[in-house]
């Protein structure tokens, strides 16, 4: 048995059916996971006698009444096609609809990479999710995967049909670091661009006019803008540390990183992880003073002089095949 600060993970039990038949018969649950919806208590008895029956197979249950929500499991070798070593495994979930929303899945998985890691021996973890379920691909992120490919004709032999797959990974020396890259979503932004205001106070300001700093401020503060963008995040144990931005099209907006850790790669990290959501390899930014050097050390490279625009200084450079 496995404890979270909300949750018990426990191995099922037949008498924990219903629950099952109840939660898995919602037709939001199984199809997006790559199975149809239970059609009985039957049936979801038989699922818990055996393909619920793995070593390292959870129940995930709440701590108020031990019932069963969802499922969690490690599927070691022999038992997934993702890897053929016993050291490494697949990770697969799912949890009841009625429960989306409230971090439950994340926690869980949070867990039981623990288990795998520290208890298990695991040097490596898998995991994937078909193309569409963003909610899977979001705990993957916020847990610290990595994407690694994606197949177009994956067999989804339960539905009786293929579908596009995505392969994520994480390894153990990863989640020891304690780092994430991952995506960012509405709600989190005021955060990210609380860490770009106080970084650019650090090191930009001093080389902008008061209207310069006046003017990005009012670009922070302007929910329409920054609605519009697409955030990343670089998380250290659970702490933002840097921030990349991106606007259409393909244009660095925000790119920043928090002063104690500067100089350990996060700033490239976040860019890479960037990058992973464009199939064109080309990107613009407009460069402060200060980062001139720090993009040109990713690859980017001066496409006109230094301008001054509504108080901004600024340097245009270009990332990509046309980028010379």
């Not at 197979?57 to 997934?80: F, P, Q, R, S």
């Not at 994340?106 to 963003?134: K, P, Q, S």
Request: hydrophobic share 35%.
């Amino acid at each position: 048995m496995l404890e979270t600060e909300r949750m018990i993970l426990r191995p099922w039990s037949e008498s924990d059916a219903e629950k099952l038949y109840e939660y898995a018969k919602d037709p939001r649950v199984g199809p997006i996971a790559g199975w149809p919806p239970h059609k009985s208590v039957d049936e979801s008895l038989n699922v818990i006698k055996n393909v619920f029956s793995g070593s390292e197979c959870y129940a995930i249950c709440l701590k108020t009444d031990n019932v069963a929500v969802g499922c969690i499991e490690l599927k070691l070798n022999g038992h997934t096609d993702m890897t053929d070593r016993d050291d490494e495994c697949e990770l697969g979930y799912w949890l009841s609809a009625l429960f989306w929303g409230k971090g439950y899945m994340t926690e869980a998985v949070r867990e039981i990479l623990r288990h795998g890691f520290e208890d298990l021996g695991m040097t490596t973890i898998w995991c994937g999710y078909y193309d569409g379920n963003e909610k899977s691909k979001r705990v993957q992120e916020k847990c610290g995967f990595i994407y690694h490919h994606t197949c177009n004709d994956v067999p989804v032999p339960l539905m009786g049909e293929t579908r596009i797959g995505h392969a994520n990974v994480l390894t153990k020396e990863q989640w020891q670091s304690g780092l994430i890259i991952r995506s960012l979503s509405e709600q989190e932004k005021p955060s990210a661009c609380d860490l770009a205001w106080k970084v650019f106070l650090k090191y930009e300001a001093p080389e902008y006019s008061d209207e310069g700093i006046d003017e990005f401020r009012s670009a922070l503060d302007n929910s329409e803008f920054i609605g519009r963008m697409r955030f990343y995040g670089a998380y250290h144990q659970e702490k933002l540390i840097g921030v990349l931005a991106m606007r259409q099209p393909q244009h660095i907006s925000l790119f920043f990183v928090d002063e104690e850790y500067h100089r350990k790669g996060i700033g490239r990290k976040l860019f890479e992880r960037m990058r992973q959501d464009y199939e064109k390899q080309e990107f613009t930014v407009n460069s402060s003073p200060y980062a001139v050097l720090i993009y040109k050390s990713l690859g980017f490279v001066p496409t006109d002089a230094e301008q001054t625009v509504n108080g901004i200084r600024f340097t245009p450079m270009k990332y990509g095949s046309e980028k010379l």
